[in-house]
């Protein structure tokens, strides 16, 4: 069993800036896969980063590059999410998750929801304009 918890949303101007944490407890969080997810009132969840359990390979939406950065602290057993230049698009609700169970290589495998394991309770961001 694995724990998720997030933390770091808030409400903030376009522009701005905020740094989701997750952390995570229950088992070795090194062999962890970590994504973070959001979903938007009405739309469906979508994928915006994921890191490998190294943090060696990261995985991005197009609509967050250059904008957004996943890392993680595994001594911490922490992952992160820094948002900068934040739009009101990126209002949403910021999910956490664990994908615990070894699948092929390949990015279907880190940005497909499907595939993750556990999940966090989300955090809320909001952008006004």
């Known amino acids: 069993q694995v724990q998720l918890v997030e933390s770091g949303g808030g409400l903030v101007q376009a522009g701005g800036s905020l740094r989701l944490s997750c952390a995570a407890s229950g088992r070795p969080f090194s062999t962890y896969v970590m994504g973070w997810f959001r979903q938007a009132p009405g739309k469906v969840r979508e994928f915006v980063e994921a890191i490998n359990w190294s943090g060696g390979n990261t995985y991005y939406a197009d609509s967050v590059k250059g904008r957004f950065t996943i890392s993680r602290d595994n001594a911490k057993n922490t992952v992160y999410l820094q948002m900068n230049s934040l739009k009101p698009e990126d209002t949403a609700v910021y999910y956490c998750?664990?994908?615990?169970?070894?699948?092929?290589?390949?990015?279907?495998?880190?940005?497909?929801?499907?595939?993750?394991?556990?999940w966090g309770q989300g955090t809320q961001v909001t952008v006004s304009s």
């Open positions: 998750a664990a994908r615990i169970s070894p699948h092929p290589s390949g990015s279907y495998y880190y940005t497909n929801w499907r595939v993750y394991d556990y």
